[in-house]
């Protein structure tokens, strides 16, 4: 497993838990949109405040600007990428 694999997985288990979801069966994949009412997980903004909180406690990571915030979060893989570039 890659670190970045690695990592997805870990995200993966943050996001589930931070929102209070159910595990998506098959499981997400890396790319896949997580916000919106025509997602799997169909989060809102209200689970991306939680997800951010979650986040920042786990990585210390502030996500501030709300249209990179949108980018970041848009699926687990940009989320990750983020994540491994600004070495967290």
């Known amino acids: 497993m890659t670190p970045r694999e690695a990592l997805i997985a870990e995200l993966t288990?943050?996001?589930l838990e931070a929102t209070e979801?159910?595990?998506?069966?098959?499981?997400?994949?890396?790319?896949?949109p997580i916000f919106g009412t025509g997602t799997r997980l169909a989060l809102d903004s209200l689970d991306a405040l939680q997800v951010s909180m979650?986040?920042?406690?786990?990585?210390?990571?502030?996500?501030?600007?709300?249209k990179e915030t949108r980018r970041i979060l848009?699926?687990?893989?940009?989320?990750?990428?983020?994540?491994?570039?600004?070495?967290?």
Not at 21 to 32: F, G, Q, R, Y
Request: proline share 7%; aromatic share 2%; net charge neutral.
């Open 13 to 15: 288990a943050l996001i």
């Open 21 to 32: 979801k159910t595990p998506a069966d098959p499981p997400l994949s890396a790319e896949e």
């Open 54 to 66: 979650a986040l920042q406690k786990r990585y210390g990571v502030r996500l501030a600007d709300s």
């Open 74 to 88: 848009a699926c687990i893989g940009n989320l990750a990428d983020h994540l491994l570039k600004t070495g967290t």
